[in-house]
């Protein structure tokens, strides 16, 4: 059997592009800690472990979810930036998540977490020349720069901030 070859630039990309604005790597990432800083602890607090459907996630579950998949997604970069070769293995969320304690840790443990876990992740790729930032990364079955590493990490906080938005704010108005 032959092996397909990578998709460059995945579909994705497109929607990680987009969530970001235009916004180079190290801007996405300064606005990301922003946003970090920026979120109502009290608001959320309210909410507690409410959840806006049956089987969906709470806000301390989507912030563990946050915090682990940046550190999968910043080792992926290290492994990638010293050209060391392996193809990182695929995860499963919902598996992590279920096995996850996030609901016994309170919201301001979980926040301050994300905080210093984006602080590292902002050091890290500051340590990334512009050759190592242009890297092609290579994973199962697609293919981006390193740089597009960075900007998944801030996308994907600003997806789960726009869920928070639209589906779990409106919680604290029950």
């Given at each position: 059997m032959?092996?397909?070859?990578p998709?460059?630039n995945p579909?994705?990309l497109?929607?990680?592009?987009?969530?970001?604005?235009?916004?180079?790597?190290?801007?996405?990432?300064?606005?990301?800690?922003?946003?970090?800083?920026?979120?109502?602890?009290?608001?959320?607090?309210?909410i507690?472990?409410?959840?806006?459907?049956a089987?969906?996630?709470?806000?301390?579950?989507?912030?563990?979810?946050?915090?682990?998949w940046?550190?999968?997604?910043?080792?992926?970069?290290?492994?990638?930036?010293?050209?060391?070769?392996?193809?990182?293995?695929?995860h499963?969320q919902?598996?992590?998540?279920?096995?996850?304690?996030?609901?016994?840790?309170?919201?301001?443990?979980?926040?301050?977490?994300?905080?210093?876990?984006?602080?590292?992740?902002?050091?890290?790729?500051?340590?990334?020349?512009?050759?190592?930032?242009e890297?092609?990364c290579?994973?199962?079955?697609?293919?981006?720069?390193?740089?597009?590493?960075?900007?998944?990490i801030?996308?994907?906080?600003?997806?789960?901030?726009?869920?928070?938005?639209?589906?779990?704010?409106?919680?604290?108005?029950?």
């Open positions: 032959e092996k397909t070859a998709k460059e579909a994705f497109t929607y990680v592009y987009q969530l970001n604005a235009g916004n180079e790597l190290h801007e996405a990432l300064a606005l990301s800690l922003k946003a970090i800083d920026g979120i109502d602890v009290a608001q959320f607090n309210r507690g472990h409410r959840t806006y459907a089987g969906k996630w709470t806000l301390h579950k989507i912030l563990q979810h946050l915090i682990d940046e550190r999968i997604w910043c080792f992926r970069a290290v492994i990638f930036a010293r050209s060391e070769g392996t193809i990182p293995v695929a499963d919902e598996v992590m998540g279920a096995h996850s304690n996030a609901d016994e840790l309170s919201i301001e443990q979980l926040l301050e977490e994300l905080r210093i876990v984006r602080q590292s992740t902002i050091l890290l790729f500051r340590s990334f020349n512009a050759q190592i930032l890297t092609r290579r994973f199962f079955e697609y293919e981006m720069p390193l740089f597009a590493i960075g900007l998944t801030t996308a994907h906080q600003i997806h789960h901030l726009n869920v928070i938005q639209e589906r779990y704010l409106p919680l604290d108005q029950e």
